[in-house]
Each structure stands twice: as structure tokens, then as C-alpha cells.
């Protein structure tokens, strides 16, 4: 596979977005494929908050407002070419988030499904280890628990793409 040309990149579309509000995974997919008869592979990733065994309560996301979507779009631009992509949606809430709730969307589009798969799979990864975020607990218990550190299979995860 060839990577595209950072000229071509403004035929796609690349939409970053970071909200307190809940997102529909259905209607970020129709978004970023209504009308395109290019596309022949999307892959969406959703993460969602867990309960860490009934532990938690919420997950309090923070993040530099324009910092983190800079960090963002910039990941975002650099898998829109490395995979030749037709479109790229990825989405971060913030604020407190109970387990079950949703905390990040990523839709890769592309004409074949490996460059779909791919594209998501890099967004996801740098990410973990890249946009800046911070996580802290509140527990089930009334008590407030840690802020979540970063974790080394973040990294080791990030580091597959510099190999390839």
C-alpha cells in the first residue's frame, strides 16, 4: 500500500472533536460515510469507562482545551496519510463519566479494510500516550481514588508503529 500525498489529504475528511456530551457511534459512521461511494471499509473503536469491579463510581477526564485537539488532529492527519484514509472521526469526552459510559470514538474509513483497521488501530494508540489527558477516580465508596497512570503496554502499543 502507498501512503498518500499530503496534498490528497484535503479530499478527506477529518473531524476531531473533545465534548462533555455522549456521542452515537451510528451517526459518526453516517457522517463520515453519507454520500461517498470511495469508501469500501469503515472500523469504529468505542471506549468505554469501566467499573473496575464495582470499585468506581466515575472517571474524571481533564485535557487543555485546543491543546488536546491539536495533539489529536495532529495524530489524526498523520494516519489519514500513513493509510491512505477517506475520513477519520475520533471523539473524547470529558468530564465525569460513569462506568458504561462511552470515552472515546474512533471511525477510520478507507477503500480496503486493512487500512481501515490500521488507521484506527494507530489513532487509538498514539492517543493513549499522546493527547493530553488526565484521569481521576471517584470511588464507589464516597472516597476519591488515584489519578489513572500512563501504562507501559500504552507505550509497548505505540512503539509497534514505529517499527512498521
Not at 488536546?68 to 469526552?93: C, D, K, P
Not at 462511552?102 to 483497521?117: C, E, G, K, W, Y
Request: charge should be negative.
Amino acid at each position: 500500500m502507498s501512503a498518500r500525498a499530503p496534498s490528497d489529504i484535503q479530499t478527506t475528511t477529518v473531524t476531531v472533536r473533545i465534548q462533555a456530551d455522549d456521542f452515537s457511534i451510528a451517526d459518526e459512521v453516517a457522517t463520515l460515510t453519507t454520500g461517498r461511494g470511495d469508501i469500501g471499509a469503515v472500523v469504529s473503536f468505542s471506549g468505554l469507562c469501566r467499573d473496575e469491579g464495582g470499585r468506581l463510581a466515575t472517571l474524571e477526564l481533564e485535557h487543555y482545551p485546543g491543546m488536546a485537539e491539536r495533539a489529536i488532529r495532529a495524530i489524526a492527519e498523520q494516519a489519514v496519510t500513513r493509510f491512505s484514509l477517506s475520513g477519520i472521526t475520533a471523539i473524547h469526552r470529558h468530564g465525569a463519566i460513569a462506568p458504561g459510559g462511552n470515552i472515546v470514538l474512533v471511525v477510520a474509513s478507507a477503500s480496503h479494510r486493512q487500512a481501515a483497521f490500521d488507521g484506527a488501530a494507530f489513532l487509538m494508540d498514539y492517543l493513549k500516550t499522546d493527547a493530553p489527558f488526565w484521569k481521576k477516580e471517584h470511588l464507589a465508596d464516597g472516597g476519591t481514588g488515584e489519578w489513572v497512570s500512563a501504562k507501559d503496554a500504552d507505550d509497548a502499543a505505540k512503539a509497534r508503529w514505529r517499527q512498521s
